[in-house]
């Protein structure tokens, strides 16, 4: 890492070791200890979070009931202040050797202004480069520290020189410079007088071969980080290729050293400590002389006793040999006596066991080595059966003798066939037995299953028999055949097989065929059934179903035995019949049923198909299943397309909430019939008004009768268009609500009218009477003349008024746009209005003195905006001050009269520009309720906008936006 004017020129490690955000604590923690890293770095996507380490780790595992499964984002402290290295920017290297010291780590991010990980610093690197930058900027030290600085070297140094000077070791600093050129540095001038080894090794280091080696071996150290060991020798001069006993010999240990700060031109630094062992070299060449010796006596002795080991080895591999025979053939004969299936022993004359085979242990759960010289008696110690008997044999002097004897061995009794046999001239005997407790169980078991059978073949209403396939004799019958047929079971034995045959009904036997041919076909398992008549002793047919399966089989395959049942169906053949004709007349109704439903859905169809009104069946789900054609005139769909689409999917969306409501009280059974009238979309787009009368239809059929499939419930719907009804409704509805508006304009226009004439009235009145009963004087007389024409002024303003919103409502009000300077209009107007009603009050305004041309009416103009700043003046207080404002807007011109007055309530905005509306806070101010109203009327005729911005008690103001 090179750095310069703050700047990293080259990035150490551009893929330093990071994890994700979402990696869980577990994988954090197995990453640091399966790479060997004490910290790495959390990126919260493309940006550095902070760092993890072992610290952390170990902090958040002590305790028991940390989560391993919880993400880095939720431990990462976004807090805790993360020491980093930003991107041209000059590292604080005293701030970073500090954090470095609290928490040790391998390295420190390098990250841009973003916070982006760009790479990381080596730990290392960062020492390196921080603590000689502190020297470097560290203020001066005075004369006094210096002093003692130096005075503390000089000690140090004199006792470095005592130290070496007592050490019999060689001591070296060696280094290696970029060049590659070796140094070899000394503890002090005086140390190779008081050493003189330390010339000779000094001068080895530069002459071969001990230059390379002793390089080699710096390198080495280097490599290993660690202290190494290595010996070599160093010859006289005089004697070059001396022995190795003439040489001196050192052992070294190199040790690497850390690069000094200063010195950047080394790279590798070694501390070389060399010892003398050269008498302990020479002990080794002795002690090796004195060993080669001795292996030549032992070894001549070892030749001596080889001769008389291989001697003995002859004779021992001989006995082995035999002994081995004899092993196998003793393991050849266990071998057999455990293959044996049954029990063995061995019994000598001491009437004593002299062995067993594993058998017979195991009947005792023990091992045959625990039977060798015990009392026949063993284990029970109990007299059985079977040491009785084997002792009886030995005193007897017969040499062979059998029985079947009982032995009990905890809840069983075993049944075995022992056999006897003596040899060795009578001493000793063998005893074999042989378990048959199986084939007791068998011929018990089998007396019974016969025993059981009999008992099923009597308690069996069916004939159930046994014959010979090819003598067709008859080995079994049963007692059934009597009822059955009138015959004993001997008769029938007697008379065989083929004289049943013979009592078949003729029209039967063609079917029946040869019995013996069919049962050679017959596969194994496979049955062969038959339905026939056959003729009894009371020369009644009797209806039979028999099925015969072959039983056993000869050497060739061929059909040994057969055994059959015999069932009687007479009732079951008879009831066939009944039910047959019962079917024929059934299927007659049914076609006769059919042709009447036919000819009733043809009158429903076409009944269906000719309504005028829409009429569907809907299920459940809201699905059309069935519709007219004169719904899909309605809706302007084809029955297919309709099919596809739901009620609910056709319905208007704000009509949608009121439909579901409806679907749900019919199908919870509210109302057994609901009306609804809601809006369609038509195919083409449009709306159309429905009124939809739905009723449930469930199936009362399934009720009663439970194997008749239940038909689902479903909706009938009719359907009729009520679009021009509901036109015409709302055309009523207009026209009321235009004669409601009406009359509510005429009851305010006389309200106004009788209030606001009844004012200017009374005056002229009052002035008339005056000037006719008083003898005024001129100048009196002109003031009661100025009071009556500014009442007959008010009176004229107020029909005009009047006239203008008649005419704008009508649609006659004349406008007449031209070109004019509406900078220039404003002033003149607002100078007037200043002079007029404005006088005695703070009016002011901000015109642009640039020209700017309008085209629109000058007449309705002075009428827009006189109304603005009357109404301004009229309802602000005296004190408050009107402030106008004209502006241009891109390619519109804004006219803002402003005022601090009363303002409008929030209830009374929607109905401002009403005529005769007049706010609920007015008060006595009088007024018409006109102005706002023909402003908008004007503006409107202009293309033009109003905005009112009004809060009550703080004022109001009121923008005309003008096209250009």
Same mark, same amino acid.
């Given at each position: ?14 893929e ?7 990696v ?9 200890i399966?790479q060997?890293?004490?910290n790495l ?5 493309d940006r ?6 072992q610290q ?5 595992l002590?305790?028991p009931?940390?989560d ?9 402290d976004?807090?805790r ?7 041209n920017?000059?590292p604080?290297?005293?701030?970073l050797? *500090?954090?470095?010291q ?10 841009d ?15 390196c ?8 900027? $560290? ?19 004199s006792?470095l020189q005592?130290?070496?000077s007592t050490?019999?070791d ?6 290696i410079h ?32 001990? #230059?390379e080696?002793f390089?080699?071996?710096?390198e080495?150290?280097?490599?290993? *980080? ?5 010996e ?18 050192f052992?070294?240990?190199i =040790? ?12 590798? =630094? ?12 020479r ?13 030549e006596?032992?070894e001549?002795r070892?030749?001596? &006793?080889r001769h008389?080991?291989e001697?003995?080895r002859a004779?021992?591999?001989?006995r082995?040999?035999a ?11 266990r ?18 066991y002299?062995g067993?085979?594993?058998?017979f242990a195991?009947l005792y $759960?023990?091992s ?8 026949l ?5 109990q007299?059985h ?5 084997m002792?009886?044999f ?9 029985q079947?004897i009982?032995i009990?061995?905890? #809840?069983l ?24 407790t ?7 078991a ?7 059978f009999?008992?099923?073949a ?6 159930l028999y ?10 079994y ?20 097989h ?8 003729p029209?039967d036997?063609?079917?029946v065929?040869t019995?013996?041919d069919?049962?050679?076909q017959?596969k ?5 059934e038959?339905?026939?008549r056959?003729r009894g ?6 209806w039979?179903h028999s099925r015969?399966?072959? &039983? ?5 395959g061929?059909?040994e035995?057969?055994v ?11 009831a066939?019949?009944?039910l ?15 042709i009447?439903l036919q ?6 169809r076409?009944?269906?198909e000719?309504m005028?009104v ?9 699905r059309?299943?069935?519709?007219n ?13 309709l099919?596809?689409?739901?009620c609910?999917?056709?319905t208007?969306p704000?009509?949608?909430?009121m439909?579901k ?5 019919l199908l ?11 809006r ?5 787009g449009?709306?159309i008004?429905?009124?939809?009368t739905s009723?449930?239809?469930r ?5 009663g ?15 009729q ?26 009851s305010?226009?006389v309200?106004?009218t ?6 200017p ?11 006719q009963?008083?003898d ?17 002024s008010?009176?004229t303003?107020?029909l ?23 900078c ?12 007029s ?6 009016? =002011?305004?901000?015109?642009?003195e640039?020209p700017?041309? &309008?085209?629109?009416d000058e007449?309705?103009?002075r009428q827009i ?8 003046l ?20 804004v ?8 303002g409008?309530p ?5 109905r401002l ?7 609920k806070?007015v ?6 309720g ?5 402003v908008?009327r ?6 033009g ?9 703080e004022?109001?103001?009121?923008s ?5």
């Amino acid at each position: 890492m090179a750095i310069f004017d703050g700047q990293f020129e080259e990035i150490g490690d551009r893929e330093p070791p990071i994890l994700s955000a979402e990696v869980s604590l577990g994988e954090a923690v197995s990453t640091l200890i399966d790479q060997n890293l004490a910290n790495l770095f959390v990126l919260e996507g493309d940006r550095f979070l902070g760092s993890f380490s072992q610290q952390d780790a170990l902090r958040l595992l002590r305790d028991p009931d940390c989560d391993r499964s919880q993400p880095l984002a939720a431990i990462i402290d976004r807090n805790r202040e993360e020491p980093y290295l930003q991107q041209n920017c000059p590292p604080n290297w005293q701030y970073l050797l *500090g954090q470095l010291q609290q928490r040790p780590s391998d390295s420190l991010p390098i990250l841009d202004e973003q916070r982006h990980l760009l790479g990381s610093l080596a730990s290392t690197e960062i020492i390196c480069q921080g603590y000689p930058a502190q020297i470097h900027y $560290r203020d001066p030290l005075t004369v006094e520290e210096q002093q003692l600085l130096q005075q503390k070297l000089i000690s140090s140094y004199s006792k470095l020189q005592m130290l070496l000077s007592t050490m019999p070791d060689i001591v070296l600093e060696i280094s290696i410079h970029d060049d590659e050129n070796l140094h070899v540095g000394l503890p002090s001038q005086d140390y190779s007088r008081m050493n003189p080894d330390v010339n000779e090794t000094i001068a080895a280091f530069f002459e071969p071969p001990y #230059d390379e080696a002793f390089f080699g071996q710096i390198e080495r150290a280097w490599r290993q *980080g660690s202290t190494i060991r290595y010996e070599y020798q160093l010859s006289p001069p005089s004697q070059p290729e001396s022995s190795s006993l003439n040489g001196k010999w050192f052992e070294a240990r190199i =040790s690497p050293l850390p690069r000094p700060m200063f010195a950047r031109e080394i790279t590798m =630094s070694a501390l070389w400590v060399a010892r003398d062992i050269t008498a302990r070299k020479r002990a080794e060449a002795i002690l090796q002389d004195n060993t080669r010796e001795l292996e030549e006596r032992v070894e001549a002795r070892t030749s001596q &006793l080889r001769h008389i080991n291989e001697m003995l080895r002859a004779s021992i591999r001989t006995r082995q040999e035999a002994q081995e025979g004899l092993q196998q053939t003793s393991d050849r004969l266990r071998a057999i006596l455990n293959a044996i299936p049954g029990i063995v022993c061995w019994i000598g004359e001491d009437e004593r066991y002299q062995g067993v085979n594993s058998n017979f242990a195991n009947l005792y $759960r023990l091992s045959p080595e625990d039977f060798l010289g015990q009392d026949l008696n063993f284990p029970t110690y109990q007299p059985h059966q079977f040491a009785e008997f084997m002792r009886e044999f030995m005193r007897e002097e017969v040499m062979t003798a059998g029985q079947i004897i009982t032995i009990e061995i905890e #809840d069983l009794s075993l049944q075995y066939l022992v056999v006897a046999q003596k040899y060795d001239s009578g001493r000793a005997a063998i005893g074999i037995g042989i378990d048959i407790t199986q084939r007791q169980q068998f011929e018990i078991a089998l007396l019974e299953q016969q025993r059981l059978f009999q008992q099923i073949a009597d308690a069996s209403p069916d004939i159930l028999y046994v014959y010979q396939a090819r003598s067709w004799e008859i080995i079994y019958i049963n007692r059934q055949v009597e009822t059955l047929l009138g015959h004993t079971p001997t008769t029938i034995a007697e008379l065989g097989h083929p004289s049943l045959c013979e009592g078949i009904h003729p029209e039967d036997v063609p079917q029946v065929g040869t019995p013996g041919d069919r049962l050679e076909q017959l596969k194994a398992g496979e049955l062969l059934e038959s339905e026939y008549r056959l003729r009894g002793m009371d020369n009644q047919w009797h209806w039979i179903h028999s099925r015969e399966i072959v &039983l056993s089989r000869d050497g060739n395959g061929n059909p040994e035995k057969i055994v059959g049942i015999v069932q009687d169906v007479s009732d079951r053949k008879q009831a066939e019949i009944a039910l047959r004709q019962l079917n024929q007349e059934l299927e007659t109704k049914v076609a006769q049923r059919t042709i009447a439903l036919q000819r009733s859905e043809l009158r429903f169809r076409s009944l269906f198909e000719q309504m005028a009104v829409g009429v569907a069946q809907v299920n459940l789900d809201g699905r059309w299943e069935f519709v007219n054609q004169k719904l899909c005139d309605i809706l302007g769909y084809n029955p297919e397309q309709l099919s596809q689409r739901t009620c609910l999917e056709m319905t208007h969306p704000e009509d949608r909430a009121m439909s579901k409501q409806g679907r749900e009280d019919l199908l919870e059974g509210r109302y057994p019939t609901i009306t609804l009238e809601k809006r369609f979309l038509h195919a083409n787009g449009t709306e159309i008004w429905v009124s939809v009368t739905s009723s449930v239809v469930r199936d009362p059929s399934a009720e009663g009768a439970k194997d008749i499939p239940e038909v689902a419930p479903y909706v009938v719907s009719v359907i009729q268009d009520i679009t021009e009804r509901k036109r015409a409704e709302a055309e009523v509805i207009k026209a009321l609500q235009k004669e409601r508006e009406l009359i509510d304009l005429k009851s305010r226009f006389v309200s106004m009218t009788s209030h606001e004439f009844r004012t200017p009235l009374a005056v002229i009145k009052s002035c008339g009477q005056l000037l006719q009963r008083y003898d005024w004087t001129r100048s009196e007389q002109l003031e009661q003349l100025h009071d009556i024409q500014s009442a007959v002024s008010h009176m004229t303003e107020l029909l005009d008024d009047v006239l203008t919103l008649a005419k704008s409502e009508s649609g006659t009000l004349n406008f007449n746009p031209e070109p004019l300077d509406i900078c220039e209009f404003c002033n003149k107007l607002l100078r007037q209005l200043d002079t007029s009603i404005g006088r005695d009050r703070a009016l =002011s305004w901000d015109i642009p003195e640039t020209p700017l041309i &309008l085209k629109a009416d000058e007449k309705l103009l002075r009428q827009i905006f006189t109304n603005l700043v009357s109404n301004a003046l009229k309802y602000s207080p005296l004190d408050k001050p009107v402030h106008v404002e004209l502006l241009k807007c891109d390619h519109h011109i804004v006219y803002s009269v402003k005022d601090q007055g009363i303002g409008i309530p929030p209830e009374d905005l929607p109905r401002l520009f009403e005529s005769f509306h007049r706010a609920k806070n007015v008060g006595t101010v009088p007024g018409t309720g006109l102005g706002l109203a023909i402003v908008q009327r004007c503006v409107e005729l202009h293309r033009g906008t109003l905005e009112v911005q009004s809060h009550v008690g703080e004022g109001t103001q009121i923008s005309v936006r003008l096209p250009l």
